[in-house]
C-alpha cells in the first residue's frame, strides 16, 4: 500500500470508509488538507474531511485475506493445532447434523468492514467500529482457522483457565469399550453411588468412556439412546450450537406486537451482541461453541430424555418424581490397550463427547440426574471428556436437573505445606500432586437450557467434585416465556494443583421471568478457581426479578480465586442483585466449635461441610443417601472435603463469616 506522506498525518485520524474504491483504484484532489500533530485535526477540518474524503491520497486496499493470520501468537497456533487434533478422525453417529456441525467449524467468518449506517436506517447505531480504507481487516480472537472461536489465553472467556496447559495435552485416541465385566461394573457404581435399580428410577442409560451399555441399561418408550440421527424435533434441537452461533431463539419470543426470533438483534442496535463471530460478542461469550459442535460431530451416542406432556403432573408438591439417570463412567486407559500399535503408549490421550438432550412437554414434572464417575483401573490414560447436555423446557413443565462430576480420582492432600516441612526422606505433597496421573485429564462440559414455554421450570444443582487437573462447567439458561422461572445452584470443589473453572449465563427475554442463583466455591492447596456468572435482561424483559450470590472459601494461603459476577441490564423495569464474597473459614465459628471439645481439623470438616449442604440440598433426594452410609452423596462430599482440610496455621488470619 502507498500512502502520499505530505498528508497522510491529516488523514489518519479522519478518514473512514464511506467511500471504498475497488481494489487497485486510486483516488486524487488539488486539495491539501493541513498537518495535525498530536491531537488531530480541528472539528471543523474534520467535517470537511469526512466529506471529501481523500484530498490528495495515493493508495490501495489491501488483500484483507493475507492478513488472517497476522495477529495469532505461537501459542494461539498451538491451541488451533491441538483442536485440530480432536477434529480429525470419522464423523459419530449425527449424519447429516454432524456434517453441518464440522461445516460450521470449517467455514472461516467473513472479513467484513463494520460500516455505519445512514441516520435515518432503524438500525443505525453510533456503536461502530469502522476501519479505515487501507486497514487490514482481521478476524477476531479465535477465529483465525476455525469458524467457531477455539481458545486463546488472552481471550476473556478464558482469561483464568491454564489454556497453555491444557493444549499441550494431546488426545488423539478414540475410546473403546471391549472386554469389560458388567457385573463388576454395576457393583463398582454402586459403591461410588451412581447407580439406582430399575424400581427406583424411570429409566437408566448408562455410557462408558462415551459408549452406550445396554447391557447396563434400562430404556423405555421416551429415555433412549440414540445412534442415529433423528428426523423429528430432535434433529433441530440437536443441531443447535452455543454462544448465538445458532441465530435463532429455540422459540419465537413476544415483544409488544412483535415476534422475537432472532439472537444477536435482541435489544436493538443500540445493544444488540451482533454477529456471534464479532469480537464484541466473542468477549461475552462462554467459549463453548467450538466444543458443542465437535460433540455434535463426534459423539457415538446421544442420552435422549423426551418427557410426555402431563407426566407426573399429578404428584404434590412434597413429592419428587422418580429420576432419570444418565451415567458418564469412565476407565483408566479409555479402553485403549497398550498394545495397539501406537508410539508412546503411555502419553497418548484418549478423547470421548458425551451428548445428552432432554425434552420435557407440556405440563410434564422430570428430574435429570447426570452423573460422571471413574472405573476401578489399573491402566490410565491421559482423557479429555468434552461433554454437551441440552434441555428444552416447555409450558408448565418443571424440569429439575442434578450433575454430579466426581471424575479422575482425588487430589493430594497437604499440597499448600512448603517443600521443608516434610520429613527427611518423606516426599513432599506438591511432587506426588505433580506426578498423580489424573492431573493430566481434562473435563468441559456445557449445559445449554432453554424454557421455551410459559410458567416453565428450570432447577439445577452442579456439584464440581471432580478431581481433573483442567476443569470447567458452562450452564446457560435462556428464559423465553413470561413467568419462566430458573434456579441455578452450584458447588465448586478445587485442591491440589486443579485449574478450575465455572461459568454461568442466565439470560432473561421475555416480560416478567424471574431467576435464583447461589454459587459456592472452596479452593484448597494450590489450586486456581474461578466463577463468571453473567445475568443479561433484553429490553423485552421488562418486570425481571433476578438475585445472584457468589460465595468463595479460600483454605489456603496458596490458593487464589476469582469471582466475577456480572449484570447486564437494558430493561428500565427489573429488580435485580448481585453479590460476591471471597473469605477463609471463620475463626469465631472455629472456636466456638473447638470450645466445644472438637479438634481443629474436625471443627474446619463441619465448617466446610455445612458450606456446601446449601447447594448439595438441591441435588435429587434419590442421590443423597444416608449420612451414615458409605455411598450417599453426602458422604462422598464429606470424605472429599476431610481430603482437603487445611493443614498449619495460616499466615493471614481475620473475622470472617464463611456460612
Known amino acids: 500500500m502507498r500512502f502520499e506522506p505530505n498528508v497522510i498525518l491529516a488523514l489518519l485520524p479522519t478518514l473512514t470508509t464511506a467511500f471504498v474504491p475497488s481494489a487497485g483504484t486510486k483516488q486524487a484532489s488539488s486539495t491539501v488538507l493541513p498537518v495535525s500533530i498530536g491531537l488531530g485535526p480541528e472539528e471543523s477540518i474534520y467535517k470537511s474531511a469526512k466529506d471529501t474524503l481523500v484530498a490528495g491520497v495515493d493508495y490501495e486496499i489491501p488483500n484483507h485475506e493475507e492478513y488472517r493470520l497476522s495477529r495469532r501468537s505461537k501459542l494461539d497456533a498451538e491451541c488451533d493445532e491441538w483442536f485440530q487434533t480432536l477434529l480429525d478422525g470419522d464423523a459419530g453417529c449425527l449424519g447429516d447434523i454432524a456434517t453441518s456441525a464440522k461445516t460450521a467449524l470449517e467455514t472461516l467468518p467473513p472479513l467484513v468492514n463494520d460500516i455505519e449506517k445512514p441516520v435515518d436506517d432503524p438500525e443505525w447505531t453510533p456503536y461502530t467500529s469502522e476501519r479505515l480504507p487501507w486497514t487490514p481487516l482481521t478476524p477476531a480472537f479465535g477465529t483465525e482457522v476455525f469458524g467457531l472461536p477455539t481458545p486463546r489465553r488472552n481471550a476473556e472467556t478464558w482469561r483464568h483457565f491454564d489454556v497453555t496447559g491444557m493444549v499441550r495435552k494431546q488426545y488423539p485416541l478414540k475410546a473403546a469399550v471391549s472386554g469389560l465385566d458388567y457385573a463388576a461394573v454395576q457393583t463398582d457404581l454402586q459403591a461410588k453411588g451412581a447407580w439406582l ?111 410426555p406432556a402431563g407426566h407426573d403432573a399429578g404428584l404434590s408438591d412434597h413429592e419428587a418424581p422418580k429420576p432419570v439417570l444418565i451415567v458418564n463412567a469412565q476407565t483408566g486407559n479409555g479402553g485403549v490397550t497398550s498394545d495397539d500399535g501406537t508410539n508412546e503408549q503411555s502419553q497418548q490421550g484418549v478423547a470421548y463427547h458425551p451428548r445428552t438432550l432432554v425434552v420435557a412437554e407440556d405440563g410434564s414434572r422430570l428430574s435429570v440426574v447426570q452423573s460422571s464417575v471413574d472405573l476401578d483401573s489399573a491402566d490410565f490414560r491421559p482423557k479429555f471428556y468434552n461433554g454437551y447436555t441440552q434441555i428444552f423446557v416447555k409450558g408448565n413443565a418443571n424440569v429439575t436437573h442434578s450433575y454430579l462430576e466426581e471424575s479422575s480420582g ?13 520429613a527427611e526422606g518423606e516426599t513432599s505433597a506438591r511432587v506426588l500432586e505433580a506426578a498423580r496421573p489424573t492431573l493430566q485429564d481434562s473435563h468441559l462440559e456445557a449445559i445449554d437450557v432453554h424454557v421455551m414455554g410459559e410458567k416453565g421450570a428450570y432447577q439445577g444443582a452442579v456439584m464440581a467434585l471432580g478431581a481433573a487437573g483442567h476443569s470447567r462447567v458452562a450452564l446457560s439458561v435462556s428464559l423465553l416465556q413470561s413467568e419462566a422461572f430458573a ?103 472455629l472456636f466456638y466449635l473447638r470450645s466445644r471439645g472438637l479438634d481443629s481439623a474436625t471443627s474446619r470438616n463441619m465448617l466446610m461441610y455445612a458450606f456446601a449442604e446449601d447447594v448439595a440440598a438441591n441435588v435429587d433426594p434419590t442421590m443423597l443417601g444416608d449420612v451414615d452410609g458409605q455411598a450417599g ?23 470472617f463469616q464463611s456460612i
Request: charged share 25%; proline share 4%; glycine share 8%.
Open 487 to 589: 434456579s441455578v445452584n452450584g458447588f465448586s470443589l478445587a485442591g491440589g494443583a486443579q485449574r478450575a473453572d465455572i461459568k454461568t449465563n442466565i439470560h432473561h427475554v421475555a416480560q416478567g421471568t424471574s431467576s435464583r442463583q447461589l454459587q459456592k466455591n472452596m479452593i484448597g492447596g494450590r489450586a486456581t478457581g474461578s466463577f463468571r456468572g453473567r445475568i443479561r435482561v433484553e429490553r423485552s424483559a421488562q418486570q425481571t426479578d433476578s438475585e445472584q450470590l457468589s460465595r468463595t472459601i479460600l483454605l489456603s494461603d496458596k490458593a487464589r480465586a476469582w469471582a466475577v459476577p456480572s449484570l447486564e441490564i437494558i430493561a428500565d423495569d427489573v429488580q435485580c442483585a448481585h453479590g460476591a464474597t471471597v473469605s477463609d473459614l471463620s475463626e469465631e465459628e
Open 633 to 655: 452423596l453426602q458422604k462422598r462430599i464429606i470424605r472429599r472435603l476431610e481430603n482437603l482440610v487445611p493443614q498449619g496455621e495460616r499466615a493471614i488470619k481475620g473475622e
Open 410 to 422: 482425588i487430589v493430594t492432600p497437604g499440597v499448600e505445606r512448603p517443600d521443608d516441612s516434610f
Open 197 to 307: 435399580d430399575d424400581d427406583a428410577c424411570q429409566g437408566r442409560l448408562v455410557y462408558i468412556d462415551g459408549i452406550f451399555v445396554p447391557e447396563l441399561s434400562k430404556t423405555t418408550e421416551w429415555v433412549t439412546n440414540l445412534d442415529a440421527p433423528p428426523t423429528d424435533e430432535a434433529a433441530r434441537f440437536l443441531s443447535r450450537l452455543t454462544d448465538g452461533f445458532t441465530d435463532k431463539l429455540a422459540c419465537p419470543v413476544p415483544c409488544n406486537d412483535e415476534m422475537l426470533t432472532s439472537y444477536k438483534k435482541l435489544s436493538g442496535p443500540d445493544h444488540s451482541l451482533g454477529e456471534p463471530y464479532g469480537q464484541f460478542a466473542i468477549n461475552t461469550q462462554q467459549g463453548t461453541a467450538c466444543f458443542a459442535a465437535l460433540n455434535t460431530y463426534k459423539t457415538v451416542g446421544v442420552a435422549h430424555v423426551h418427557c
